[in-house]
């Protein structure tokens, strides 16, 4: 059973970055492609950023040219890099395989943009 662990988000001003990992209990490359997703509140979960085993990598139109999403398989960890960051950026943050199995889901990372 794979587990996947979110960290690194927090409260950040407008603008900041904060750079999300997440952690893997098996390897990754075994898994493929991989993604990160957010829930904001009273919204459904959506897929931010996507990298296959081989590093090619897809944005949603709201974060690309902000965010970058980037794994290194000999540490089993996902990354995401969050730059410009704005106020409807605020949500929970998950990593899970792309396409996404409900039995990977973390408890995700709160990440909250606000001055």
């Known amino acids: 059973q794979v587990q996947l662990v979110e960290s690194g988000g927090g409260l950040v001003q407008p603008g900041g970055s904060l750079r999300l990992s997440c952690a893997a209990s098996?390897?990754?490359?075994?898994?493929?492609?991989m993604g990160w997703y957010r829930q904001a509140p009273g919204k459904q979960r959506e897929l931010v950023a996507r990298?296959?085993?081989?590093?090619?990598?897809n944005y949603a139109d709201s974060v690309k040219g902000r965010f970058t999403i980037s794994r290194d398989n000999t540490k089993n960890t996902v990354y995401l890099q969050m730059n410009s960051l704005k106020p409807e950026d605020t949500a929970v943050y998950y990593c899970?395989?792309?396409?996404?199995?409900?039995?990977?889901w973390g408890k995700g990372t709160l990440v909250t943009v606000s001055s």
């Open positions: 899970n395989r792309f396409p996404r199995r409900e039995d990977y």
């Open positions: 990298i296959s085993s081989g590093g090619s990598t």
């Open positions: 098996g390897s990754i490359f075994s898994i493929g492609a």
